[in-house]
């Protein structure tokens, strides 16, 4: 049974940085198509930022350049390197893994979600 959980969220002020990680087990990261995905309470869960087996990277337009997604397949471990945060980036974070489309942005070409670990960015 594939396991994803996600943790390093926690409350910072604006300006801050964050690093998110995503534990696996019973899953193999190094052939796979991986993705950070984010949810605000009363808006849709949005695509952060995406990473396919050979180690490229897409970003969402509000993320890029203070935003970085990594992989350690030794570790089957997922990053997510959040920096100059904003409040607007406040949001529950979540893992998503078994993309049938390489860096896909859209929640729907995912098989796999862990829990979310909660970021908050006070201004």
């Known amino acids: 049974q594939v396991q994803l959980v996600e943790s390093g969220g926690g409350s910072v002020q604006a300006g801050g940085s964050l690093r998110l990680s995503c534990a696996a087990s019973r899953y193999t990261y190094s052939r796979d198509n991986m993705g950070w995905f984010r949810q605000a309470p009363g808006k849709e869960r949005e695509g952060v930022a995406a990473?396919?087996?050979?180690?490229?990277?897409r970003y969402a337009d509000s993320v890029k350049g203070r935003f970085t997604i990594s992989r350690d397949n030794a570790k089957n471990t997922l990053y997510l390197q959040m920096n100059s945060l904003k409040p607007e980036d406040t949001a529950m974070y979540y893992c998503?893994?078994?993309?049938?489309?390489?860096?896909?942005?859209?929640?729907?070409?995912?098989?796999?979600w862990g829990q979310g670990t909660q970021v908050t960015v006070s201004s």
């Open positions: 990473i396919d087996s050979d180690g490229s990277t």
């Open positions: 998503a893994a078994g993309g049938s489309v390489a860096l896909a942005l859209w929640r729907f070409m995912y098989s796999y």
